[in-house]
C-alpha cells in the first residue's frame, strides 16, 4: 500500500540566492511548513526598493513594482527513505504548492522543475534516493517575475515559499499514476439518470500492473455504508456503477459520497485511491440564471483570497475552514475562488458546508507578450482541472480576470481563449466555462463569444459613476444580449473601521459607505435572478502590496471582514440579513462610537418585519420595513445605549454624544490615494 508521509516539520531556510542543493548551508533558520517569507512584508505596505516598472504601458521587462521581498530562496531537509513491503516501489516528493516557480533537488540531483504558484506538483526521486543513509531533499522556490508565468500583475501579493506543504509518496511498483498534472491517478464522473438514480463513470490509470492485477471500486454514502461495488480488469478499468436513489448535492444539502480504486494482485491490495464526490446537475440559462438540480438557484455569495494577517498564504487546513464557516454564516450559496487554484482544504471546506465555486487560473489583468505564457496558462489550467475535478462544489472554470485592464483586445488574446476553452472541454465537458470582464469590455469584443457564460467586475459606486447605475446597467446589457448569460463577478468598496460619517460619500474610506453601498448592491441582485451569479468583492480584506489607499498601505479593504478575520464590517450583516434566514438583527455604526449633533442617524439591519428601537431603556420607535430599518434619535449628554428588539433576537449599542467627532473620523481627499 502506498505511503504518504508529510515533511512538513524542521527544514532550513535558507535567504539566499544561488546555493548548492547537494550541501547544507551554513546559515538559515529552522521553520515548518506551511511557510511564506512574505508573511509580514506581502501586506505591511512598508516600500523597499522600487523596481517600478510602467506595467500600464505593458513594458513588464522589470518585476513590477516591488514592496515585497520577492526572491529566489531555498529549503533543505533531510529524510529517509521508507522501507516499504516490497523492494521494487517508487518514491516521489509531492509539493502542494510553492510560489511562483520551483526546483525540487534530492541529493543534489534535479528532479523537477515547476512554474505556477498555486497547484501540486510532483517527482518521481526514486533514482535519487540512497537505500542506507539519509537523503537530502533541496527545493529552490522562487518568486521573482518571469514573462512567462501567470501572474504578471495583479491587485493582490504574490507571496514565496512552500506555502502549503510536502510530501513523501511511496507506492508499489504497481500502482495509480501519480505523473499525469498531479491528479489521483483516478477520474470519476457522477451523474444523475432520468429515473433519478446516480450513474458513478469510473477511470483509472494504473503504472506497472501486468494482467494479475484488477482494480476493485467500491462507492461509499455519507453514512459510509456501501452503495455499489464493481471490479475491471486493467487493461480495461473503466466501469459505470449505478447507485439508485442517490442523494443529490446542493448547498442545503451538500451530500458527499466517496469512490475508492483498489488496485487488487491475487488476495491483495497493492494500492488504493479514494476521492469524494458529488451528485448534482446544473445549468445555466440567459433569462433564469443558474439552476442546480432542477430549481432556480441565483449564486450569491463572495470572492475570497488565501491570505491573512501576518501569516501570508501560508494557511492550514483550519484556517481555511474557518473561512469558509465564516461565509456559510453570512448565508451565501457561492463562492468565487479568485484569481488561482486555491487549496484543497478550502475546497474540500465548500464541498462539505456546500458552496457552488467558480474556480480559476491566474491569467489577468494583461496578456504576457512572451510566446511561453500561454504554454503556462494551459498547464495552469490543466493543473486546476485534473487536481480538482472531484470536487462537486466547483460548477465554474474562470478562464481569465479583466485582461483587457492592461492589455489590448487583440487576436492573439481571443485565440489564447479559444485554446483555453476547447482545453477545458476536453479535460472536463461535465461543467461550465466562464471568465471575468474588466468593467468597461466593449460590447462587442469577440471575448463575449468564447466561455459558456459571462461576468462583469463593475465598480459603479466606488471607482465610477453611482451605485445607483449597477441595476439600470444589468437590464440595459440584458435587453442588448438576450442570449448572454450574464453575472457579476466583482463589486465592491473600500470600508475601513477608523472612517465614519453622518453624511456617507463615495471613496471616502468610510464603514458607513461600505454598509449603505453594499445595502443597495445586495437588493440590485435580489431582484434580478437571471444575473446568474453576483459575488461581492471582496469577503476579508487580503494583501495587495502595491497598494497604498485608505490610509491603509499593502492592502485591499474592500472586505467586510478584516484581514485577521477578527471584526466583522456592518456591511457584512446586511448580507446575513437577506441571505441568511435565521433570525438576526444588527445595529450598524457600533464603530461610530462618538457623535455630534442634536440627532443623529441609527441604521438597523434585520431579517424580521419589525423592530424596536428602546434608547437608555426608553422606546423611541416601532418600524415595520425590508431588512433596511432607520430611526433618528436624539442622543443623551454622555453615553447611551440602544437596544434594538426584533422577535426573539436583540442587540446592543453604545454611543456618546459629543460637541464635535474626532478628526480622525475624516480621511482628506488628498490623503486617500497615494502611490
Ligand atoms: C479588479 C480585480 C480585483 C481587485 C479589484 C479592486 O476587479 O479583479 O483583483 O483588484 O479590481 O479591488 O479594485
Known amino acids: 500500500m502506498r505511503i ?59 518585476a513590477p513594482e516591488d514592496s515585497y521581498d520577492r526572491g529566489s530562496y531555498w529549503y533543505y531537509k533531510t529524510f529517509e527513505t521508507p522501507k516499504q513491503p516490497l523492494k521494487d516501489g517508487k518514491v516521489y516528493v509531492e509539493v502542494l504548492a510553492a510560489g511562483q516557480q520551483a526546483a525540487v533537488y534530492v541529493n543534489g540531483q534535479k528532479a523537477c522543475y515547476h512554474e505556477g504558484g498555486y497547484s501540486a506538483f510532483r517527482a518521481d526521486v526514486t533514482a535519487f534516493c540512497y537505500e542506507d543513509r539519509e537523503n537530502l531533499l533541496a527545493i529552490n522556490v522562487s518568486n521573482v517575475y518571469l514573462t512567462n508565468v501567470y501572474p504578471q500583475f495583479a491587485d493582490f501579493t504574490f507571496y514565496g515559499g512552500l506555502y502549503r506543504g510536502v510530501n513523501l509518496i511511496c507506492v508499489p511498483d504497481a500502482h495509480f499514476d501519480l505523473d499525469y498534472y498531479g491528479g489521483p491517478g483516478v477520474m470519476v464522473t457522477p451523474s444523475v439518470e432520468e429515473d433519478g438514480s446516480a450513474m458513478f463513470e469510473i477511470e483509472s490509470f494504473v503504472k506497472g500492473a501486468d494482467e494479475n492485477f484488477t482494480v476493485l471500486y467500491t462507492v461509499k454514502d455519507a453514512e459510509g455504508k456501501e452503495a455499489a461495488r464493481g471490479t475491471r480488469p486493467v487493461t480495461d478499468s473503466g466501469i459505470c456503477l449505478p447507485v439508485p436513489d442517490a442523494k443529490l448535492w446542493s448547498p442545503q444539502s451538500p451530500y458527499l459520497y466517496m469512490v475508492t480504486a483498489a488496485l487488487v494482485r491475487r488476495n491483495e491490495v497493492r494500492d488504493e485511491v479514494t476521492v469524494r464526490c458529488g451528485v448534482r446537475y446544473f445549468s445555466c440559462d440567459p433569462d433564469k440564471g443558474f439552476f442546480l438540480n432542477g430549481r432556480s438557484l441565483p449564486l450569491r455569495g463572495v470572492s475570497r483570497h488565501q491570505d491573512r494577517l501576518y501569516k501570508g498564504n501560508a494557511l492550514t487546513r483550519e484556517d481555511h475552514y474557518e473561512d469558509a464557516k465564516i461565509i456559510k454564516e453570512l448565508g451565501a450559496n457561492s463562492i468565487r475562488l479568485a484569481h488561482y487554484q486555491h487549496s484543497q482544504d478550502f475546497y474540500d471546506a ?230 441568511n434566514p435565521e433570525p438576526m438583527v444588527h445595529i450598524c455604526g457600533k464603530n461610530y462610537a462618538q457623535r455630534a449633533g442634536e440627532t443623529t442617524e441609527i441604521r438597523v439591519y434585520s431579517n424580521q418585519p419589525e423592530v424596536s428601537l428602546y434608547l437608555n431603556g426608553e422606546l423611541q420607535e416601532v418600524k415595520a420595513a425590508d431588512k433596511v430599518f432607520v430611526f433618528t434619535v436624539a442622543l443623551q449628554e454622555g453615553m447611551n445605549t440602544l437596544c434594538a428588539r426584533a422577535g426573539d433576537v436583540l442587540d446592543t449599542a453604545v454611543l456618546e454624544k459629543v460637541d464635535k467627532e474626532p478628526d480622525i473620523y475624516y480621511l482628506p481627499p488628498e490623503k486617500r490615494r497615494r502611490g
Open 350 to 579: 465548500c464541498d462539505e458546508l456546500g458552496f457552488v465555486v467558480w474556480a480559476e487560473i491566474p491569467f489577468i489583468t494583461i496578456m504576457s507578450q512572451d510566446p511561453k505564457a500561454h504554454e503556462n496558462c494551459i498547464s495552469q489550467m490543466t493543473e486546476l482541472i485534473v487536481q480538482n475535478y472531484h470536487h462537486p462544489s466547483i460548477c465554474f472554470w474562470g478562464l481569465s480576470n479583466e485582461v483587457l485592464l492592461a492589455g489590448k483586445d487583440n487576436e492573439q488574446l481571443v485565440q489564447n481563449h479559444r485554446e483555453l476553452q476547447a482545453l477545458v472541454r476536453s479535460l472536463d465537458p461535465s461543467r461550465l466555462t466562464t471568465l471575468a470582464h474588466v468593467s468597461n469590455t466593449p460590447e462587442d469584443s469577440e471575448l463575449h463569444d468564447i466561455t459558456d457564460v459571462e461576468a462583469y467586475n463593475h465598480y459603479f459606486g466606488w471607482y465610477v459613476g453611482t451605485m445607483e447605475d449597477n441595476g439600470p446597467w444589468l437590464d440595459a446589457y440584458h435587453e442588448n444580449h438576450p442570449d448572454r448569460c450574464v453575472g457579476v463577478s466583482e463589486y465592491g468598496c473600500e470600508g475601513i473601521l477608523t472612517y465614519h460619517s453622518a453624511k456617507p460619500e463615495k471613496q471616502d474610506y468610510s464603514e458607513d459607505y461600505q454598509a449603505l453601498y453594499h445595502e443597495c448592491l445586495v437588493k440590485v441582485f435580489s431582484e434580478r435572478p437571471w444575473v446568474w451569479c453576483s459575488y461581492v468583492w471582496n469577503m476579508f480584506d487580503f494583501g495587495a502590496a502595491a497598494r497604498n489607499e485608505g490610509g491603509v498601505a499593502g492592502r485591499n479593504n474592500k472586505g467586510l471582514v478584516t484581514i485577521d478575520r477578527k471584526i466583522k464590517k456592518d456591511s457584512y450583516y446586511i448580507y446575513k440579513a437577506y441571505w
Open 4 to 62: 504518504i508521509r508529510p515533511l512538513n516539520e524542521n527544514w532550513l531556510f535558507v535567504k539566499k540566492q544561488d546555493q548548492d542543493p547537494s550541501v547544507i548551508p551554513e546559515g538559515g533558520v529552522r521553520v515548518d511548513l506551511p511557510h511564506t517569507w512574505n508573511a509580514v512584508d506581502g501586506h505591511d505596505g512598508i516600500v523597499t526598493e522600487v523596481a517600478g516598472p510602467d506595467w500600464a504601458k505593458g513594458d513588464l521587462s522589470k
